[in-house]
C-alpha cells in the first residue's frame, strides 16, 4: 500500500526558510517522478515543483528562485527547501508521485504558516 509522510512544517516569519521532507513507501520511488503540492484554505490543490526520476526540476512561478527540489533515492524521500518565505506560501504541503492519477491515499500534509 502507498504511504506518504510529509514533515517539517511550522510557523516562520516571513523572509525565512523551512525545509520539509516526504518519506514515500509502497512503490518504486527511484521509477517515478515525484511533485510537491500546497492547498491553502479555500483554494485549489497546486502543484509547487516537480522533480523527475533521474533528477531534473520544474517550478511553478510562484516559487521558482525561492525553492529547491531534491530526493534522495536510497531513502525514498524527496525533499523541498522554502527560501524567502512569504505569507501567501501558507499552505499544507503534500507530496506526491508525478503521475496521472496520483497515487492514493495522500498523505496527511505538513502545514506551513508564515505570518509576523
Known amino acids: 500500500q502507498v504511504q506518504l509522510v510529509e514533515s517539517g512544517g511550522g510557523l516562520v516569519q516571513p523572509g525565512g526558510s523551512l525545509r520539509l521532507s516526504c518519506v514515500a513507501s509502497?512503490?518504486?520511488?527511484?521509477?517515478?517522478?515525484m511533485a510537491w503540492y500546497r492547498q491553502a484554505p479555500g483554494k485549489e490543490r497546486e502543484r509547487v515543483a516537480t522533480?523527475?526520476?533521474?533528477?531534473?526540476?520544474f517550478y511553478a512561478d510562484f516559487v521558482q528562485g525561492r525553492f529547491t527540489i531534491s530526493r534522495d533515492n536510497t531513502l525514498n524521500t524527496v525533499y523541498l527547501q522554502m527560501n524567502n518565505l512569504k505569507p501567501e506560501d501558507t499552505a499544507v504541503y503534500y507530496c506526491?508521485?508525478?503521475?496521472?492519477?496520483?497515487?492514493?491515499?495522500w498523505g496527511q500534509g505538513t502545514q506551513v504558516t508564515v505570518s509576523s
Open positions: 506526491n508521485a508525478r503521475r496521472v492519477p496520483s497515487f492514493e491515499p
Open positions: 509502497g512503490f518504486s520511488f527511484s521509477s517515478y517522478p
Open positions: 522533480i523527475g526520476a533521474p533528477g531534473g526540476a
